[in-house]
């Protein structure tokens, strides 16, 4: 791993004024945080307090785009506080530098605008990709009803459900799963039963379109039928 030093990038800045922000580094007057992989925020304290941005596109670009908001580097100069700040961060975040060949100055537009730009775009994406994710559920969920109810009218026109032979509570339970396309009259496993439920918790879940009521009925019926279950 390469990891570059800020000396390689002494000809930015004056003798004078690495001298200045080396005096900052001395009196610990220099403050980093890590944002992100990217990105690195310091203050350095003087009459007042300078805000030092350190960026790169991605960890593997070679440019660190860095600005301050001191008057001197709105002026589009490398500054003092700038210089002070690529120490520490040399000193304490030495794998940011990692790769990093060149050094680019921005402005405090340029600081400004990019992070909005970049949030509106994501913002705009997410909200795509959950419309689009909210109108497959809807659909899937009218798809999975209507098979549901073209089952029942199958099963009603073409016979009757056996006579009853369990108590009424299992009875109901029974024809739950009968209408919905489960017949488990002889066949009440664990396995059966839990196969069918799995089947239809993909339509009445509320994440996939169904409701609280609905996955709850499933459920109690389930319940009942696994507790006379053959195995």
């Known amino acids: ?51 030092v941005s350190l960026k790169s596109k991605s960890i593997s670009s070679p440019i660190v785009m860095v600005s301050c908001t001191c008057p001197v580097s709105k002026k589009g100069q490398f500054c003092k506080h700038i210089w002070a700040a690529l120490l520490v961060v040399e000193e304490k975040k030495p794998d940011f530098l990692d790769s990093k060949t060149e050094l680019e100055k921005q402005t405090e537009a340029d600081v400004a605008s990019a992070p909005k730009l970049k949030t509106q775009s994501q913002n705009e994406s997410q909200a795509a990709y959950k419309a689009k994710q909210a109108d497959y559920r809807k659909e899937q969920y009218k798809l999975q009803k209507q098979k549901i109810k073209d089952r029942k009218l199958k099963l009603k026109n073409k016979d009757k459900e056996p006579e009853n032979l369990f108590p009424p509570f299992v009875e109901e339970a029974l024809k739950y799963f009968y209408e919905n396309g489960f017949s488990l009259r002889d066949d009440m496993t664990k396995e059966s039963i839990s196969f069918a439920m799995k089947k239809l918790a993909r339509v009445f879940h509320p994440d996939v379109g169904g409701s609280h009521e609905e996955i709850l009925e499933l459920n109690r019926f389930a319940d009942i039928l696994t507790k006379f279950s053959k195995s």
Do not use: C
């Not at 200045?20 to 007042?48: C, H, M, P, W």
């Open 1 to 51: 791993m390469t990891i570059m030093s800020v000396q390689s990038w002494e000809h930015f800045f004056k003798p004078e004024v690495r001298s200045s922000g080396l005096a900052f580094v001395k009196k610990g007057n220099v403050s980093v945080s890590q944002l992100s992989d990217t990105e690195i925020q310091s203050y350095v304290r003087a009459s007042t307090s300078f805000k």
